[in-house]
């Protein structure tokens, strides 16, 4: 079994708790790891690490900075494969998607890598006579990130490599159900060799977050989860004066117009309402067919649906792993049942499964929902589960308004072959990532990631300039050097 430390001060610490949380492979049902749900004194230690370490780190040459992430870029790379069959052992999704996670982080550490260009300031010469305004950009100090389970590896890269770059030091929190992967990413960062107190990890739940919001010397935090706790962070790192932001929840629709390609368009919507088992928060998880759209789509997607092969993400030929766990599969499969009994039909039933071989896994079959009903249950909860739910409607107008009807706006799409529909969704629809015959609108790590409004809270994103805008603070100089002064020298 893994043992999962925290690493404070460049050194493996053995935490001083009682409580741990087990990390369980979800598609065996095999306890693989514990995971120690540390707290203050933890958070306290790491933060202190990371405050000493602040000075020396912000005055290190930015291009010194960087050749760490260069190095770091490169143990990632040579781990890809090693990382990717972690995640798949803790997370449940198969290796290919694993992988692929992985492929962004390493891009965010190499976007990160242009930081001398990105953090330079700006200068305005003579703005009067011998008079110039300067504007500088600075490190906060400390900063941190909460994780979710979903994505182990990839969600801390949108932020660690930007806030290391521009000068800060780092406490990391990982989700608790999926510790493994950033422990074994943390065996690079060690070999990296970053000075002491640059990068920490501390390991918990609750009690390690609330310590995190509470203490003083954190600067700026960034989270990636619910939107209930989304809100609570955003709300308590305000008022204790830091920076946030915090990603939430998703309920993200995909309208089908009937000129949409549907053959492409039902294995890209297939893709991804049921890859990493409609565990991301990009998955498209309502789909709205329009006019004529609706028969042709609809047995496709269930032909999409009840073919797809399910089971342990490290085997060949798999297409779609577990759910993360036995709470999780059962919240989904009761939400299935309470949407049937308020008047959706279901084409294809993904509950009760159980897969050969894994009969201690959690899984849950791709599932199709027809005649979901507006305001039903179905429809107002994000499932994060392999679960379509449809409507139908008869113009773009009705479907667009459908989806800005939400209280979610992560992501959004449409598929068509009408230049003239996909700009009036580009421009009318409410969500942060737009995908036209595209099913998940992932943007590279040199684009803004976030969502709208309930699915974010905040203002500057993750990845790319806005995480350098968030991880420093602007500084302008004015300053006067009068021309008679320069005679004295
Ligand atoms: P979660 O909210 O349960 O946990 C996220 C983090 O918050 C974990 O590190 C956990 O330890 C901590 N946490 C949980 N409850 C807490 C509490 N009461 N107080 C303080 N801290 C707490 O989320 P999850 O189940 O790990 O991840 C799935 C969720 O994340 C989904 O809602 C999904 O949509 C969302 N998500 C959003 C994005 C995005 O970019 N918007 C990306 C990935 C996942």
Known sequence: MTKIMNYINNEWVEPKVSEYTEVI???????????????????????????????????????????????LRDLLKTNHDEIGRIITREC????????????????????????????????????APGI??????????????????????????????????????????????????????????????????????VHGAKDAVDSILDHPDIRAITFVGSTNVAKYIYRRAAENGKRVQAQGGAKNPVIIMPDADMEMTTQIVADSAFGCAGQRCLAVSLAVTVAEARN????????????????FGLDEGIQMG???????????????GLGTKEGATALVDGRGTTVKNYEGGTFVRPTVLANVQPDSEIWKTEVFGPVLSMMHVQTIEDAIKLANSHIYGNQASLFTSSGAAARKFRYEVEAGNVGINIGVAAPMAFFPFSGWKDSFFGDMHGQGMDAVEFFTQKKVVVERWPKEWSRKF
């Open 296 to 311: 042709s789509f609809t047995e496709l997607i269930c032909d999409a649906a009840s073919s797809r092969t399910v089971g």
């Open 322 to 336: 577990p759910v993360i766990s036995q709470t999780s599969k059962e919240n989904i499969e009761q939400l299935i």
């Open 25 to 71: 492979n979800p598609a065996t049902g095999e306890v693989i790891a514990k995971t120690p749900l540390c707290g203050k004194d933890e958070v306290d230690a790491a933060t202190k690490a990371a405050s000493e370490a602040f000075p020396a780190w912000r005055q290190t040459p930015v291009q010194d900075r960087i050749q760490y992430l260069f190095k």
């Open 92 to 127: 449940g999704k198969t290796l290919g998607e694993a992988k692929a996670e992985m492929v962004r982080a390493i891009e965010n550490v190499e976007v990160a890598c242009g930081m001398p260009m990105m953090m330079k300031g700006e200068i305005a010469e003579d703005i």
């Open 132 to 201: 110039d305004e300067i504007m500088l950009r600075q490190p906060l100090g400390v900063c941190a990130t909460i994780a979710p389970f979903n994505f182990p590896g990839m969600i801390t890269f949108w932020y660690l490599p930007y806030a290391l770059a521009t000068g800060n030091t780092y406490i990391v929190k990982p989700s608790e159900k999926v510790s493994m992967t950033m422990q074994f990413i943390f065996e690079l960062i060690e070999q990296v060799g970053f000075p002491k107190g640059v990068v920490n990890m």
